[in-house]
């Protein structure tokens, strides 16, 4: 049966790109808290090109770099501070470039319905999260 107010049917959209031709795909994933309650969220995982995980890497090591030459002229503590960035920016650049997998999404909480953006991060499944308004435990795993 065909009804006016029915859209016209379209075919499934192509795989979605991110900037920096980033293939992204998405994962159903169930929210549980404690008592058992549990909802349903979709995340978005980015697979990251080589160019996409250099400029992520060099950006990080770049602030950190530029935090160390911002307290060199701070007398007592530039010992500290400047060999500290400057060993966080080669370590951070190592961890960045071998990220190949970015995860975001919003999912909501079990117990206060309230939603909330989970943190860009790899995936690791299963992901601890806390409720950003009730500060509720959560543990996010995907439905297989
Ligand atoms: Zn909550």
Redo the contacts with the bound molecule.
Sequence with gaps: MTNAFTPPQSSPPPPRRAPGDEQIRDVVVQVRGQGGLTTQATLHIASLTDRARFMRATRTSALLFGLAVVSLPIPPIHWILVPGFLIAAIVSFFVRIRTDELLEGHVT?P????AFDVESQPPSWPLDQT?H????QLVVAPLT
């Design positions: 909480c117990k206060c319905h309230g409720c308004h009730c500060k509720a």
